[in-house]
């Protein structure tokens, strides 16, 4: 199979939230969820080859978050500071290499992005990054926003299709985020397939 793309010397893969809580059988489970991540391991095991940094945004809420029903929000408890729920797929090739970015931290803030109110952004500049290759969960919320806010930081932005999977609560709401961030400048790969 051809290369989708190369791994440049100014790029960095984004990996969002792909959390114990959003796979199949979590408090919030994504469908096919767990399938993102033989995909984004055979991207890591890339990114590594090419010396480029790789970056992994995790929801990190406290107990009584703004987003969660009880407080009013529009969902179940997930990803609470310290739980197996927060915790990443146990599938998933993290090593020590992997700059870990909390988000979403604070009780009365919501944010879907890896860039809102973290340091992610000032991470990639350091690292002379260009181009960011983002890929996770969910399409239609944290994935989205994350993509759009590189575009807004003046990174280019890649999405991966099949390293992504959408919640879909109105069904073709992942569909629809991926026209927004085509819209917006974002590229979106059908294929993992990099070199």
């Not at 796979?23 to 055979?42: K, M, R, W, Y």
């Not at 952004?121 to 994935?143: F, I, K, Q, S």
């Amino acid at each position: 199979m051809q290369a989708a793309f190369d791994v440049g010397m100014h790029d960095a893969l984004v990996i969002v939230d792909v959390q114990n809580d959003f796979l199949p059988g979590g408090a919030l489970a994504v469908s096919e969820g767990d399938q993102v991540v033989p995909v984004i391991n055979d991207l890591m095991r890339v990114f590594r080859r090419a010396g480029r940094p790789i970056f992994a945004t995790r929801d990190w809420h406290p107990a009584n978050h703004c987003s969660f029903k009880s407080q009013g929000g529009p969902w179940p408890v997930h990803c609470v500071q310290g739980t197996s729920g927060a915790e990443f797929a146990s599938g998933l090739d993290l090593d020590d290499d992997v700059v870990i970015v909390s988000k979403d931290f604070e009780q009365d803030v919501n944010a879907y992005s890896g860039f809102e109110r973290t340091d992610l952004a000032a991470r990639l500049r350091d690292e002379a990054v260009e181009r960011v290759v983002v890929v996770g969960l969910a399409t239609d919320y944290c994935v989205l926003s994350t993509a759009l806010s590189a575009v807004q930081e003046g990174f280019d932005a890649v999405v991966v299709e099949d390293a992504v999977r959408a919640v879909d609560v109105v069904p073709g709401d992942g569909e629809a985020a991926l026209a927004k961030m085509r819209q917006a400048g974002v590229t979106v790969h059908a294929v993992q397939k990099v070199g």
